[in-house]
Every structure is written in C-alpha cells, then in structure tokens.
C-alpha cells in the first residue's frame, strides 16, 4: 500500500480510502442495500490487512449504524492512532429544528453523537456533507474550528459544492485565523468529469486533496451498460448521476481490460487515482474482488493511448449532487 500526505498537511493516508456507506442496518435508513454488522466486519478487516488506513463514513448512513458498526471493527482489529477516521455532517438526523444542518449547535450535537457511536475521543477528518444554505459560513467554520480546538477533531473537510462555496469558505476561514479545510469529497469519475471546470483546479493552487466519492460511478464502470445491481434498482438519487451517452466510455474501459486481462475496475480506478490533486479514491466494498482490485489499481499504469481512449468520448453533464437552496 502506497501512503501521502492529504492535500497539503501532514496526514497521511492511504492511497485508498474505504468507504463506508455500504454498512450499516438495512432496515435504518435509505439504503436497503446495506450489510448488517456480522457480513460488514470482514471486508474492514480484509482493508486493514490490505494497509489501508483511512475510512470514511457519515452520521447519516443507515441512521447511525454505519458510524457504531466501524467503530467497533476499528477497536477490534487495530490500533485508534494507526487508522484515519472520517465521518460527515449536515444530513437530517432527527425530526424538527437542529436536526440537520451546520449551525453551531447542529455542530456541537452531532460531533458528540459521532464520537459516541464511533467510540472514540477524537475524529480525523470531519466533513461537512454538502453546503448550508441556512446557516451563514462563518458560523459555521468558527464552530469547525472550535471543535478542533478542543480536540474532538484534527482536521475538517468538506464535499460537493460550488468552487466558488469552498473559496469563500476557505476565506473566511483565513480572515478569522480560523482552521481551514484540508480536503474536499467530491464526485469525480469518468463518466462525470465537471469538477475538471473549477473544483479540481481551485483545490490544486491551494494545497486541498481530493478524496472523490464513487470513483467507479457506482459500479456502472465495472459491468456491460445493461447490466444492473441490486442497488441500482432503490438508488432514487444514483439514477439521476449518469446519461445514456456513457455507454461508450463504458465500452472504452472494458475494452482496454479486456486487452490488459484484468478487471474493469481496475482500469476505471487507475484513471482516478493518477489524476492531479486526487489523494484518495473512496472505494465501497461488498465483494472481496473490490478491495483487491482496489488495491491492485494503484500497481497500473495506464499509457498516454488508453488515456485519450479513455477520455475523449466524455460529454458534458448537467451538474449534480450539490445542495440546492430551499425555494
């Protein structure tokens, strides 16, 4: 396993980030397609034997239980100070006002919360999940930082917004000599290249590592176009990700699997995780072949050729899974 520094700061991660949306109580939230905690463990396991250290999950997951089931694998199967843990905030976490959000108080509540079910005194990474539109940003980032401060969290992310958001974000920040972001969790893949426009390059002139979310495009760059899954048929959200004219760049990554003998997500993750500014892809795991072929896609390395074959079918997409403001 190859290990870098996050961005421009000192942590240092593993070249793969788990992600850890997959696990959690099925019956909890909106994600049927979850494993429970006994079918969860081995895959945490298997990563950590693999030498990854960091893990991404969110308060929102499965309602909590995604947060409670890594908590308890991590204190089973390593040591707290050689893994990275990363959890998010923002999704609604119970009915009425303060149950979402990124006020000082939704803040303040839910970092407690994630400490609790993660069982542990301090959070690596703590992410904001998306923009809120109703709480002014400086309130936020104070708040950011003072639980930094008082050591509940090392650092603090963030994940899809607009660029201009995260620049203003990350200028109030350091108007106030507050803690600034030092990642940001954004959806990047082959079929989805906006963040290409501004994101990506506004990360790289300030140092922020990218660690982007469904870098296999939920698995549709893994199999034939036709072929579904089982999250495929209750993902109401994935379903609005991808365009039919993605079929071709589908075709391009099998075809060059299928010339290198090895599996597609290998090819589709080697693209990835050799783009400028990406730290670490966060990869889901529901198989053993994904951890592995995770793994093995660091080892490739693609030619200038299968690059362009690669790249030059994309068209431009409708921008999507950033947080729109409340009509």
Request: include cysteine; glycine fraction near 6%.
């Given at each position: 396993m190859e290990y870098v520094r996050l961005g421009s700061s000192g942590l240092q991660v593993s070249r793969i980030c788990?992600?850890?949306m997959s696990y959690g109580a099925p019956d909890r939230g909106?994600?049927?397609w979850s494993l429970d905690e006994e079918t969860s463990r081995p895959f945490l396991r298997r990563a950590l034997d693999a030498g990854i250290n960091f893990f991404d999950t969110a308060n929102v997951y499965s309602d909590g239980t995604s947060e409670e089931y890594l908590g308890r694998a991590l204190r089973d199967?390593?040591?707290?100070?050689?893994?990275?843990?990363a959890t998010k905030l923002n999704g609604r976490m119970r009915p009425g006002p303060n149950g979402a959000g990124q006020s000082r108080k939704?803040?303040?509540?839910?970092v407690d919360h994630s400490l609790r079910r993660l069982g542990t005194d301090y959070i690596d990474l703590y992410q904001i999940h998306r923009w809120d539109h109703e709480t002014p940003i400086e309130e936020t980032m104070e708040a950011l930082h003072d639980v930094v401060k008082a050591g509940k969290v090392r650092y603090i992310g963030a994940s899809s917004m607009w660029a201009w958001?995260?620049?203003k974000a990350q200028y109030v920040a350091a108007a106030n000599g507050w803690t600034r972001f030092i990642s940001m969790q954004n959806h990047y893949n082959l079929l989805y290249r906006e963040e290409e426009r501004e994101m990506i390059p506004l990360c790289l002139d300030q140092g922020v590592g990218l660690i982007p979310w469904s870098p296999m495009a939920r698995?549709?760059?893994t199999r034939d176009w036709e072929q579904g899954s089982?999250?495929?048929e209750t993902d109401e959200f994935g379903s609005t990700l991808y365009l039919d004219e993605d079929r071709v760049i589908v075709d391009a990554v099998a075809a060059i699997a299928d010339e290198r003998d090895v599996p597609r997500a290998q090819i589709a993750l080697a693209w990835v995780a050799s783009r400028p500014g990406v730290s670490a892809p966060i990869v889901g795991a529901t198989a053993e072949s994904h951890i592995d072929d995770a793994v093995a896609a660091l080892s490739i390395e693609l030619t200038a050729d299968e690059v362009e074959r690669l790249e030059q079918p994309y068209q431009p997409h409708p921008v999507v899974g950033i947080a729109v403001p409340k009509r």
């Open positions: 788990l992600g850890c909106p994600h049927p199967f390593a040591s707290r100070d050689d893994v990275v843990i939704a803040i303040m509540t839910e958001e995260f620049a698995g549709r760059l089982r999250r495929q």
